[in-house]
C-alpha cells in the first residue's frame, strides 16, 4: 500500500535543518488555532442592548445593566426617559471634594466650563411669570410636554410626569415645572398662585441655567406672591454677578421672602455661586444648600456692605448646608466677609423643631469644606435670644482650612455660638483639613455672643 504524505514525512530521516523548520512551523501552528478561537469566543455572546465602553464615564441616559448574552455579563443602555438616579459629575461625599467639574450645566452636557450651549431668552420672554393666573399661563419657555430626563443641550424642560421623578438623584414631585439649560440675562417674578386666586403653584426647576447679572435685593428671582405650596429647586446652575467690576454689582443671587412659613423655599444644588455681597439669604423653613462650589464675595467698593456666603435671617424652624466647598478669600478693594456660613438673629430665634426634607430636624451643617471670613461660623445666639432659644444645631463632620489664615477665619473660626453641651446641639468630627494640626480635631467653640 502505498504510504500518505504525512507518513513519507514521518518515516524520512530529516536533517537538522528540516527538523528546526517543521518545530518551528508546529509551533506558530498551535498558536494561531488558538489565538483564533479566543477571537471567536470573545465575539460570540452579543450584547442584547446598545452598548458603550463599560468603565469611565458614559455619555448620554446610559446605565450600566446586567445582560447574560453581553461579553462580561453586562452592558451600557440608553433611555430616553431615564430618570436620572446618578449623579452627573459623580458622587461626593464630602464638600472638599467637589470642583468645579461637579457644578453647573457645563457638568451636565459633559464639555470644559465656556464651553457648554444655553439658549438665550428674549427680553419679551422674560418678561413672562412663572404663574398659575389663567391670563398668564406657563411661560412660553417651558414646554408643556411631559419631561424626559436627558442633557441634551435642545432639551428645554417639560413637566414632570405623573409618579413624580428622580432627577439628579433627587424625587422631584409630579407637575414640577422643569426649566433646563436657558440663559437668563434678567431676573423673573414667580408670583404662583397669587396668594390662592389661582390653581396651586406645581413648583419649578431651574436645571443647568445660567442666571447672570446684577441682581439686586430679592436677587435674581422675586417670589412676590404669598404662593401656597411649590418648591423652587436650582440644580447644576450658574449663577450671581457677571464679575466683581462696580458696575457689575450682585447684592444677593437667590433669597426667598418668608411670607408665610414654608411657602417659597429653595433647594440649590449643585451650583456655581459667585460675585455677590451675599451668595444665598435663606429666610425660610427647610431651604437646603447642598453641594455647591461658592467663591467672590465682595461689596463693589461700598464698604458699609455686610458680606456673607450663604445666610439665615433668623425664625427659620430648620435648614440644610451639607457639602459644600466654602473658602471665602476677601477680594481686592473690598471689606472682610464677615462670615461663611452665617446664623443671624435679625428675625428670631432658632428653636428647631422643623423637620427638613431629608427627615432630619433642625440645623445641620455638614461635611462643608469651609475658611475664611472674619468668623467662618456665625451659629444663632445673637441680639435677643437667649442661649435656650438655639436648639437642635448640628456642626459634624466639616473640614476646616488654614490655607487663608492660621485661626480659620481672621479673627477666628466662630462667633455668637451656643452651647454646644446642651439643646439638642451637636459639634462633632470636625477636623483640619491642612496646615500643622492636618486631620486633628477642631474643638467646640465656647458658647458666647
Known sequence: MAKTQLEQLLGKEMTRKEFLAFSAFTVATVFGVVGLVKTLLSHAATPTVSVESES???????????????????????????????????????????????????TLQGVAQGSETLSTLTSTQ???????????????????TNYV???SPTNYGGIVPAGGMVIDGYNVPAGTWVVQFRNFTSGVIISGDNSGTSPAFPGVLFRGCRMRGPWGDPGWYNHNGQSHGGIIWIMYSDAGGKSLATNDYCESIFESKNYTAGRDKSYIIRS??????????????????????????????????????????????????LRNNMVMSQQAGSTQLTDVIQMAADDGAYLGTGTNFD???GYAITDNYLG????????????????TQVR????????????????????????????????????????????????????APAAGN
Not at 453641594?291 to 467698593?301: I, K, L, M, R
Open 126 to 144: 422674560l418678561q413672562e411669570r412663572l404663574s398659575t393666573w389663567p391670563s398668564d399661563g406657563r411661560p412660553s419657555w417651558i414646554p408643556g
Open 372 to 387: 475664611g471670613a472674619a468668623f467662618t461660623l456665625q451659629l444663632g445666639y445673637d441680639k435677643n435670644n437667649t442661649i
Open 149 to 151: 430626563y436627558n442633557n
Open 56 to 106: 469611565g464615564t458614559r455619555s448620554g441616559n446610559a446605565s450600566i445593566v446586567s445582560d447574560t448574552n453581553a461579553s462580561g455579563g453586562a452592558a451600557v443602555q440608553f433611555s430616553s426617559t431615564s430618570t436620572g438616579g446618578t449623579i452627573p459629575g459623580g458622587t461626593v461625599t464630602h464638600g472638599q471634594q467637589l470642583t468645579l467639574n461637579h457644578v453647573g450645566p457645563w
Open 272 to 321: 456655581h455661586l459667585s460675585n455677590a455681597s451675599t451668595l444665598v439669604f435663606m429666610r425660610n423653613n427647610g431651604h437646603a444648600c447642598i453641594e455647591n462650589f461658592c467663591s467672590g464675595v465682595s461689596d463693589y467698593g461700598d464698604h458699609t456692605k455686610h458680606l456673607n456666603g450663604i445666610a439665615n435671617s433668623g425664625g427659620q424652624s430648620c435648614n440644610l448646608w
Open 359 to 361: 427627615g432630619s430636624q
Open 392 to 443: 437642635n444645631v448640628r456642626v459634624t463632620g466639616n473640614k476646616f482650612t488654614t490655607s487663608l489664615y492660621p485661626g480659620i477665619g481672621s479673627s477666628g473660626l466662630a462667633y455668637k455660638t451656643p452651647d454646644f453641651s446642651n439643646y439638642g446641639n451637636t459639634w462633632s468630627n470636625n477636623t483640619y483639613a491642612d496646615g500643622p494640626n492636618a486631620g486633628q480635631t477642631v474643638s
